[in-house]
């Protein structure tokens, strides 16, 4: 099911946040479930842009120095848009949402990024919180605990500048079972 968007494209266009990293080795950079990776790669994007993470099954981009930062290999800094829009990872589909860890690291939660301007304006409007429900519903039929416990890269750290806006119960289940196969 296509994710529908909050932020309009033209918001996007004209805004310098998304697909920009502060270093090369940002771990905002967009992270590919296995089977986000291959459907991009058989969908023409270059394997070599991608480059394993520590939980053996994601790929994370290789960003690519752009003046004095750095940014998404499959960005177009001449046109502001991506280059795979259509296969791109539900990592990027779903920002300004993002998932991470709380901060005693117990749960894993879907927070809104207050460093997009879309976000931190439009966050108390009736809309953006009907849009919040929708999202929820949204990552937790679409990440199954198998995705999460393979893809654990998914998971983002703790952010204060993610606003927590829910708890993923199931996916707390997963959190719980990593960890148990981490101790083993
Ligand atoms: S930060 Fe927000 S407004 Fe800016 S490009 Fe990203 S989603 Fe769009
Ligand atoms: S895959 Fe596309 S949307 Fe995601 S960071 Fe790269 S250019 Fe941006």
Known sequence: MELQQIVPSKTCLSCDVCCRFPDRDSFLAPVFTDNE???????GADRNL????????????KLQPY?????????DPNSSECRIYPNRPL???IYPFALMYNADETEIVLGVDTICPFAEAEFETESFQQYVNY???YVKS???DKVIIENSALIGPYQETVKIVAALGKLGRALEQRNVQGKM
């Open 50 to 61: 991608f480059q394993p993470t520590a939980d053996g099954r994601s790929a994370r981009v």
């Open 135 to 137: 999202i929820v519903a």
């Open 91 to 93: 990592d990027c589909r």
């Open 142 to 144: 679409e990440l199954t």
């Open 67 to 75: 003046g004095e930062t750095y940014i998404c290999p499959f960005f």
């Open 37 to 43: 990776a291959r459907h991009a790669i058989n969908n």
